[in-house]
């Protein structure tokens, strides 16, 4: 069984999110142990099992990164490997160059800036998504795994941002 | 216990005695006792009529115990007896104090060395807050039973969401002491959502704004079909209405410039002053706060309600960042909820409803009564968990969340996240580690919560030790961790080296809870039970429960027939024929062990129904999408 036969949908990056959500509901509405107060111990255990499994498949799915790097692993690649870590310089380049906008606009408690940022990188994010979709979809494995990588990157940016947005509104 | 009709298996059940089921708001102010009846949630009341309970305990001269309004009356004149807000205590260990919650009790700890749970000096002993609690819920209980004319099946307890595990944990503890059986701890904020959501038939985002006497909650849910489910949750266990009453108490001190630092009675007449004029301030522009201090000496002040929300205004503010921020973990604008519900007295001050005002663009809501609605929505689940709602339809579904990340100590201090906060519960996860020595054989495993990544910055929840792993060179162990969260928000966590198989296992309690052999030596002594009465009620209970889990198999062996071979059918139906004789016997011990081996043997049963009924719920969705 896996995360998207656990909801029934076919295995491709580009969900409808509000059907995963709509079939998750579905799914905890029928599995949830809340829903067999009355039951055997062996039913309520099954139950406790499963909704932990539906918790965990839509955990993994509704997340884009997550959804690719699990993509990869139905296809026996490890995305997150770090005997292979290797990515374009000039994406490099560009991550620090972000990193360090952020760092400058946390510094001086730019706000807007960093709504800013945040809000680019996001489409940032969705557009590498609909590249690694049709990698994924065309079977370019090696690129859709060089793609998956970036999305980490931009994200781990984007909580980056989120992060520092935090607290200056603490 | 409430005993269960039995019918003959093949025959539909009849619907079984309706159990007496009650929901309770464990507050730091005050405490409330709800239920169900006819279809109708409803708060009980005292004999003079009032709901709400004053959380206040004071142990009297002569061993007695007061609880309520009488206790409360005491705080003045016997201020060290006298127990109120013992719910900031919860879990809570001395270094965990601060401010002027040091200057109103005497503590002490189990071995006086400062370490562990802290304990309350009084003159019947030193109390746990555990303790305190506990005689809180048994005037509630017994509110309970005498009002709905019988013994309480079980009840679901509410928390403050943000509380963390070792708070959780003295909770339910206390409600064990207290002699009720925990159907669910359920978050303050998802119960007041159960309650208007039901009440109002409310679809859509919802953010619950729930600022009590001691606690601050905010989380956002949403509300679909019958299912709540919790996007986002963020609080702060020290914030509440108690807050707004030190900040106009200090405000007098401050002007009235006394010299000396007030007894403990002085101050406990200072704050009831302070929160009789804070009340006063929700309508009126000013309000005098006087204290007699006895010897025909009295102190007074003007407070105006400008001078109010000033002096408030930080409390204020540290709820609206925390409201930015659950906008943000649920990633969502202020413009995508639907709603905001007020929950909790302190919601009525006027400044508080004008933040939010501003934020959202429109008035919070406040249709129902803030005081009484997480207590009515506990009664609500705790009458679905309490096995009363029997159609699907009627019946909801509650998904929430842990508020604050779980996670391991790992080299050099550092906290590596294993389950992350606002994820849906139940979940499980499973992390591997490795040993750092050659032939390491045993490895200290340090659970803690929090969000920071350094562990001296999280809370500690326990400490235990994988042993006998067999001498390996260093990185070439593995040792998997397994961190399980139940419904009711409480962690367990177990390990096992996976090429020896070595295991270790902890349900996490932490040296704030108390341990179960404490439990039932404390309930023993107040019962002062003789042994035959507590074999004669584990034969009960035994019996309740395998003819419970007879009807229930025999029940689903002629729905789901189909989902069985011949053989199949026949082995399980002879394994409840041998429960049911066994359960006519008086041998309470083998038949706990039948009803365990049948429910070993319909294991496999009951995975092939889950499995039918997921397919049903999928193929439903897929024909209510063509039409």
Redesign the interface.
Known sequence: MNYFST??LPATFALSQPQLA??Y???????????F???????K????E???EV??A??ALKDPVRRAMYLLSLVNIDGLDEKDTSMPTDFLIEQIEWREGLVDAAAKEDDARLEEMASELASMLASLGDTFAAAYTGEHFKVATTLARKMRFVQKLIEEA?SA??DL?? | MAFLQISEPGESPEPHTRRLAVGIDLGTTNSIVATIRNAVPECLPDSNGHTMLPSAVQYAEGGGVIVGEEALKHRGDDALNTITSVKRFMGRSVADLRGDAEARYNFTTPNGDGKGSLKIVTRQGAMSPIEVSADILKALKARAEESLGGELYGAVITVPAYFDDAQRQATKDAAKLAGLNVLRLLNEPTAAAVAYGLDQHAEGTFLIYDLGGGTFDVSILRL????F?VLATMGDTNLGGDDFDAALAKYAFDTWALTRALSPAGQANLLAASRAAKEALTNADVATIRVDWGCGFDSKVDVTREKFIELTQPFVDRTM?AV??TL?DAKLKAGEIDGVVLVGGATRTPSVRAALEVHFGKPPLATMNPDEVVALGAAIQAD????NKSGEGE?H???DVIPLSLGLETMGGLVEKIIPRN???????AQEFTTFKDGQTAMALHVVQGERELVSDCRSLARFELRGIPPMVAGSARIRVTF?V??DGLLSVSATETTSNVRAEVTVKPSYGLGDGEIASMLQSAFASANTDMQARALAEARVDAL??VV??AN?LVVDRALLNDAEHAALNSQITHLKSLAEGNDHRAIVRA??A???A??D???R??DR??R???T??DIEKII
């Open positions: 909801f029934d709509s079939r509901r579905d799914l905890q509405a029928s599995v949830h142990p809340d829903r107060v009355n039951a055997t111990d062996a039913e255990r099954v139950a406790m499963r909704a932990v918790n965990e839509f955990a989120e947005l935090a509104e603490q | 679909s079909r019958g299912v489910e960042s930015k921020r943000r679905q968990l309490a096995g019946s579904l509650l998904l994820s849906t519960i139940p979940v499980a996860k399980q139940d419904a419970a889990l229930a198999l689903a009803s365990e049948l429910n070993q319909s294991t049963f009951a995975g129904r889950m009924a997921v049903e719920a999928l439903g969705r």
